[in-house]
């Protein structure tokens, strides 16, 4: 599955740069127009950036598919998607894979924090497993790996999971844990993304050892 990504917009500087015309014009006119940006730009912030489907609305929330543990993060997911520029069911998807929303999840790799990411990503004194710094670093190379991958979903989780080395490989090379993680994830984002209620590809995670994790983040 593949997704287009596109620049986002920087509504703030957008604003200001109005503002300062608004100024030069009569107060009335200048008025009704920085209204009316205020009001563009709101409708922009919910279609452009998270998810980088092209002129594409953006669903307001997540998918019904994913667990109440992950669900239950569902403003900060809008947020950070929003911040990133990639779509909310994405992050979802990652965050339901890595820890089942559990914040103190910790692999045996050393991996930490909802989006697992490994100690090597932080800088010295940043706590790993406070889930805005652990977002930060770990959509930071969620959005890279999409990057390298020109938006194909599956080589993009395979990045995720594997480094950004493995995304130009042939699949047929790439690890085992890699190869399962892609499958898991392409198949839960495109149930999430499809408009699904429930999602076979999760129940079939929850089976094959999810509902451990998910048991583990309460």
């Known amino acids: 599955m593949r997704i287009r990504l596109v620049k986002r917009i ?26 009316a940006i205020c009001a563009v730009s709101s409708v922009a912030a919910q279609t452009v950036g998270a998810g980088g489907k092209g002129g594409r609305s953006e669903p307001l929330g997540l998918s019904p598919v994913f667990m109440p543990q992950v669900r239950a993060w569902e403003g900060h997911i809008l947020g950070w998607a929003g911040e990133y520029g990639l779509d909310p069911n994405l992050v979802a998807t990652v965050m339901q894979i890595e820890s089942c929303g559990n914040p103190r999840a910790v692999s045996r790799s050393g991996a930490q924090g909802l989006f697992q990411v490994m ?7 940043e706590d790993m497993q406070d889930p805005e710094t652990n977002a930060r670093r770990g959509l930071e190379y969620l959005a890279e790996s999409l990057l390298q991958s020109d938006g194909d979903v599956r080589r993009a989780l395979a990045g995720y999971n594997g480094g950004h080395g493995v995304i130009g490989m042939d699949p047929s090379q790439w690890p085992s844990e890699t190869l399962r993680y892609a499958y898991w994830g392409e198949g839960i984002f495109a149930d999430a993304a499809g408009g699904r209620t429930e999602s076979p590809r999760l129940e079939e995670w929850l089976a094959a050892g999810g509902k451990a994790l998910c048991f583990q983040a309460g």
């Open 119 to 125: 100690p090597f990503h932080f800088s010295t004194g």
């Open 10 to 35: 920087d509504l703030n500087i957008l604003r200001v740069r109005v503002q300062t015309v608004a100024h030069s014009l009569p107060l009335g006119i200048g008025l009704m127009v920085v209204a």
